[in-house]
């Protein structure tokens, strides 16, 4: 198993490789219009749902109360969940769409990716809203435990007094609150391996939404530890890249700006520099991590899921030349973000 692991890395690395100027400009893209319209669009449907509510003040529990307990509670839990899981699955999708072009000798770049995940953004948006479904329906037993958990040992003080005086009941809840954490995290990973394959089989055979759960279960019979393992490498490679980013620029800081307090204008224009610095290595990092995940789950695809690809998928949203956004195009594009930033904050 760790050798095709490694030669699905080796794989999904040297593909980035050789598109990688593809993959970042798609991936910066879409992050621009996501910002400039999709994510304001999802705060205004969940501030919607929300309004007609009450204003007044609530608690943690309350919260959890309104989520599961009422139906527009229930509503915006799960709208709200699929629109931004959604989100970020439309983002994945483009870059897989670039991967599964380099396999077919199809290119596609940041135009035409942009033009991919567009035309099956409904689709991903179905497959997401079924997800988060049944996942929410997974999580009633545990969530049930949870709570007959506080019902019957922490309900006669504040949550504070537990974690301060560490009573018999509180370490009993903590015993039974570690198995129900220790059971999801189970059902997790098994629900996670089940549904690896899922995308791939709407964006690129054109299979139902409904269906494609099932599917990705079936074809991905026998290979879940796999999935978990190679999954699992990637997450802890993309921490650790986060986290170096986050240790460099606050070590620079800490290095750097005692030495400039003599000079007001040196030290904020180092600081300046220090976050613009930081953004770029996040992004970065962000896009190598995304762009390795989408690879990955489309060499994990090709490898055990048994495709059934069709030349036509891709070909038809071919790079006709080396076509790049315009000047002018990019400059709509950064103004609709920095617009939407501004309204946004002011909402």
Known sequence: MWNTVR???????????????????????????????????????????????????????EIAMFFFTTPVGIITLILGGSLIVAITAVETACLMAVGVGM??????????????????????????ANMVLRVLVGLIPFLLAAGLTYLGLLRDHDINYYLAQHPPQFWAAAVIVGIIV????????????????????????NVSPRRALGESAARGNGSH???????????????ALLSATTWLVEFLGRAVAPQLAGSLALL????????????????????????????????????????????????????????????????????????????????
């Open 182 to 205: 220790i059971g999801l995290v189970l059902l997790l990973a098994r629900t996670i391996a089940s549904w690896a394959l899922a995308m791939p089989l709407v964006l690129f055979e």
């Open 103 to 128: 396999t077919q000798g199809v290119t596609l770049n940041a135009r035409s990716a942009l033009r991919f995940g567009a035309a099956h953004a409904l689709d991903v948006f179905r497959l997401m």
């Open 268 to 347: 904020l224009l180092f600081i300046a520099g220090l976050a613009l610095a930081g953004v770029v290595l996040t992004l970065a990092v962000g896009i190598f991590n995304f762009s390795m995940f989408s690879l990955l789950i489309t060499h994990l695809y090709l490898r055990i899921g048994k495709p059934q690809l069709s030349t036509s998928t891709i070909a038809k949203y071919a790079s006709l030349g080396p076509r790049r956004f315009s000047p002018r195009a990019v400059a709509g594009i950064a103004a609709l973000a920095l617009l939407a930033a501004v309204g946004v904050g002011l909402f």
């Open 7 to 61: 030669s699905l890395f080796i794989r999904a690395s040297g593909d980035f490789l050789r598109a990688w100027r593809s993959m970042a400009y798609t991936d910066v893209a879409y992050k621009l219009i996501a910002f400039a319209m999709l994510t304001p669009a999802t705060t205004w449907v969940l501030y919607w749902l929300r309004s007609g509510t009450s204003d007044r003040v609530v608690a943690d529990v």
């Open 225 to 239: 530890s796999l999935i978990l393992l190679s999954l699992t490498i990637w997450a802890v490679i993309a921490v």
